[in-house]
């Protein structure tokens, strides 16, 4: 029997557009965070982040759709906080979807091929930093956190979805619904 490979070498091995719509799946779960920090400190423009998302998704339906990623990857760097000059957790789950955003730009742009895994892992991480800081789980019990599994499982279905011989628009119809479901971010938050 084969062993099935771990979560991030299956991300590894994504190519293409099937690496993209991943990514984009995962950010869909983690801009929520982003929105609510702007929100919670009135910084930037939350819009920045979902409006770049709303472009990716649709590039992802629409090959034909024209999208200038260098432009939005500049606006996506320059409206990202900087830990110094904020006191609060939620600068740091802000800062991992913008930094997943721009790895996913960089996807697109072909200038990273591993773009995906850094998605995959700021989302993970994002959800273990947030156990670790508001003393949910400890090192020892992170893992098991219902949180945790459950990221671990969505990542595990998105990856199921988008492998799959569906067809291209059922996927991504599909991709979208999981990463909507249960209505919380990556880490728990409620979505609009």
Not at 22 to 41: G, K
Not at 53 to 77: D, H, I
Not at 79 to 100: K, L
């Amino acid at each position: 029997m084969k062993k099935k490979l771990s979560t991030f070498a299956q991300v590894r091995a994504l190519e293409g557009r099937n690496a993209i719509a991943f990514s984009v799946a995962l950010l869909d779960r983690m801009v929520p965070n982003y929105q609510l920090f702007c929100e919670v400190t009135e910084y930037g423009d939350p819009s920045v982040l979902t409006h770049c998302l709303s472009l990716m998704w649709e590039v992802l339906g629409n090959p034909k759709s024209k999208v200038n990623f260098a432009t939005q990857l500049e606006k996506v760097e320059e409206a990202t906080p900087d830990t110094s000059d904020f006191d609060t957790y939620g600068v740091y789950p802000a800062i991992d979807a913008a930094i997943a955003m721009s790895a996913t730009i960089n996807l697109i742009l072909k200038d990273d091929p591993q773009g995906a895994v850094v998605v995959s892992k700021l989302s993970q991480g994002s959800v273990e930093a947030y156990l670790l800081a508001t003393d949910e789980a400890t090192d020892e019990t992170v893992k098991s956190h219902p949180l945790m599994e459950f990221e671990i499982a969505i990542q595990q279905e998105l990856l199921d979805t988008v492998q799959s011989d569906k067809p291209w628009l059922e996927k991504l119809k599909l991709l979208k619904d999981i990463a909507a479901s249960e209505g919380i971010s990556n880490i728990g938050i409620a979505r609009d």
